[in-house]
């Protein structure tokens, strides 16, 4: 029966992969797919050690050319990262919006500074985590909590970081196939900020590729049985003012 279950769920899962679309600020809507550097193709990367875990790309390519408009940002504003299963489909029509229900995992927010937001190229970047929610104590996940916001997180844009130019890095892993590595589909999107009102604080940092490796138990993770108790979600702690 676990097998069946097993199987089952990783073939009607194949295709129901996921996009971050749009930012929200303090509540307001900036535009589907604006500001954010959307893949063409909704798929996974599960190499964690290639340069396309950054900021997407590879097997799914960027649209191009690469968003022209930047998204305004207070620091300490409160910010929401919306999915969807597609960059055109909604709840409404698919229930595998904003991702298939059966691809547990964590959810992430990651940051870089950069000097233009707009023109930054992805590699040798320096990133720090605002956000991470993977298992509760009750086996509840990220994505569990995410699919039932319909496909919205909510954080908090740190108020102590510098002013300037930042790329958003939002990030979901699905662990229905991390049993072996590799196996994780790690989704992810950049978001293109310009930061006003920050402090003076330099948080620590990780580079990717790098943060992660394929031994981690966050990404070579055995998500059916026995049941997990307990989950760790990868790369480095939340970085908090
Ligand atoms: C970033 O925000 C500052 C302050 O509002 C503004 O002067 C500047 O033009 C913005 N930069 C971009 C690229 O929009
Ligand atoms: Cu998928």
């Not at 990133?127 to 916001?149: A, H």
């Not at 130019?165 to 939002?170: F, I, T, V």
């Amino acid at each position: 029966m676990k097998v069946f279950l097993v199987t089952c769920s990783v073939l009607a899962s194949a295709s129901a992969h996921t996009i971050f679309t749009q930012l929200w600020v303090n509540g307001v809507a900036q535009g589907a797919t604006k500001g954010i550097r959307v893949p063409t193709y909704d798929g996974p990367i599960t190499d964690v050690t290639s340069n396309d875990v950054i900021c997407n790309g590879g097997p799914n390519p960027l649209r191009t050319p690469l968003p022209t408009d930047i998204i305004n940002v207070k620091a300490g504003d409160k910010l929401t990262a919306e999915w969807h299963h597609t960059l055109d489909s909604t709840q409404a029509t698919d229930n595998a919006d904003p991702i298939d229900p059966g691809h547990l995992g964590p959810t992430m927010i990651y940051l870089a500074k950069v000097d233009n937001a707009l023109t930054a190229t992805v590699t040798g970047l320096k990133w720090f985590k605002i956000f991470e929610d993977g298992m509760d104590s009750s086996g509840k996940w990220g994505v569990t909590r995410l699919y039932n916001n319909k496909g919205k997180l909510d954080f908090t844009f740190p108020s102590c970081v510098p002013s300037g130019q930042y790329l958003l890095r939002a990030e979901i892993i699905a662990l229905h196939g991390a049993a072996n590595y590799p196996g994780a589909q790690l989704y992810m999107e950049c978001a293109q900020l310009n930061v006003t009102g920050g402090g003076s604080t330099n948080p620590p940092t990780v580079s990717f590729p790098g943060a992660y490796k394929g031994t981690d138990p966050g990404i070579k993770f055995q998500l059916y049985y026995p049941t997990p108790t307990t989950y760790v979600v990868p790369g480095p702690t939340v970085f908090k003012c």
